[in-house]
């Protein structure tokens, strides 16, 4: 039972272009969201969060938007450059002692130069 | 702020040993996660400590696995009889407590690759 899907393995997109990536949630508790990028051999790395009382979080080139009645999150990303590429993880937690996260499979992005 | 550390990075051992490894999550966060990442998959949730106390288990972790957290700081998964199925990327994360947000952060991660 896959509460977070991420349903496109992988992406290319060129430099300079905006990535977009989906995420969708089956689950209506969940009301906390992440988005990590992981490079091989490594631990995922934090990017962005969003709390499910916006629709909208922006850090620099890094857009995360929020669709609650639709269930579903994307990460946009302007402009692509090449270090961008790699995998990206979305993860939801509801409000519960642990606050644990349930991640999706992961899409790899490749930006091309 | 030197980030979460985990020891080793990788581990080869045969099938029936068992083998054991440390978490180090930033000094000040109470809470502490280990999650199991396996090719293809994003990271599963395996147990979750508030300062030393053990919180929640995941149906996922046997009775092969326990974790510690013996003085609220650095964590230690242990996995007894190791089965191939066990070979997998072990991470561990942490957060803080009593915020309102809720960014957890990883460790590099240990390989654990059994023979």
């Known amino acids: 039972d896959q509460q977070v899907k991420q349903n496109s393995p992988s992406l290319s997109v060129q430099e300079g272009r905006i990535s977009i990536l989906n995420c969708d949630y089956t689950?209506?508790?969940?009301?906390?969201f992440l988005w990590y990028k992981k490079y091989p051999a490594e631990g995922p790395t934090f990017l962005i969060s969003i709390s499910s009382i916006k629709d909208k979080n922006e850090d620099g080139r890094f857009t995360v938007f929020l669709n609650k009645s639709a269930k579903h999150l994307s990460l946009h990303i302007v402009p692509s450059q090449p270090g961008d590429s790699a995998v990206y993880f979305c993860a939801a937690s509801a409000t519960s002692g642990t606050y644990k996260y349930i991640f999706g499979t992961g899409t790899r992005l490749k930006v091309l130069a | 702020d030197t980030g979460v550390s985990q020891d080793p990075r990788h581990k080869i051992t045969k099938r029936g040993q068992n083998v054991t490894f440390r978490c180090d999550p930033i000094s000040e966060h109470n809470r502490l996660y280990w999650y199991r990442q396996t090719l293809g998959q994003g990271p599963e949730f395996l147990t979750y400590f508030q300062n030393e106390a053990q919180l929640e288990k995941s149906r996922l972790l046997s009775d092969r696995f326990s974790a510690e957290r013996p003085k609220g700081s650095f964590s230690t998964l242990e996995i007894q009889r190791t089965e191939q199925g066990d070979s997998a990327m072990y991470l561990c994360a942490s957060s803080l407590a009593g915020t309102v947000v809720r960014e957890q952060y990883f460790g590099p991660g240990t390989r654990l690759t059994v023979t």
């Open positions: 689950n209506s508790m969940f009301d906390y």
